[in-house]
C-alpha cells in the first residue's frame, strides 16, 4: 500500500503520538521497548489519523525526513531538538 499524501506525518506529530502510546503512565517502572504490537499500532495510527496499514511506511518517512544524511551523526537534527 501507498502512503496517501494525508498520511504523510509531520515528525514533531509523530514523536507527541509516540511518546502519548508508550509514555503516558501504561508502562510507568517497566522497560519500554517500542514494539508496536497490535492494540498500540491501533491507538497511534489514530492519533496520526493514518491508515493501519501504511503505518510502518508513513513513520519511516516521518523519520527519514529528519535525519541529516552529510552530517557524521545522522540524529543531529534530533540532538538539536531536545536541547531546545
Do not use: P
Request: charged share 30%; hydrophobic share 35%.
Amino acid at each position: 500500500m501507498d502512503v496517501q499524501s494525508q498520511e504523510i506525518i509531520e515528525y514533531k506529530k509523530l514523536n507527541d503520538s509516540v511518546n502519548k502510546v508508550f509514555f503516558s503512565g501504561r508502562f510507568q517502572d517497566a522497560s519500554v521497548y517500542l514494539d508496536l504490537e497490535d492494540d498500540l499500532r491501533i491507538k497511534l495510527a489514530e492519533l496520526l489519523r493514518c491508515d493501519v496499514g501504511n503505518l510502518d511506511k508513513a513513520i519511516g518517512l516521518s523519520v527519514e525526513k529528519t535525519l541529516n544524511w552529510d552530517a557524521s551523526n545522522i540524529y543531529t537534527n534530533h540532538y538539536r531538538c531536545l536541547k531546545d
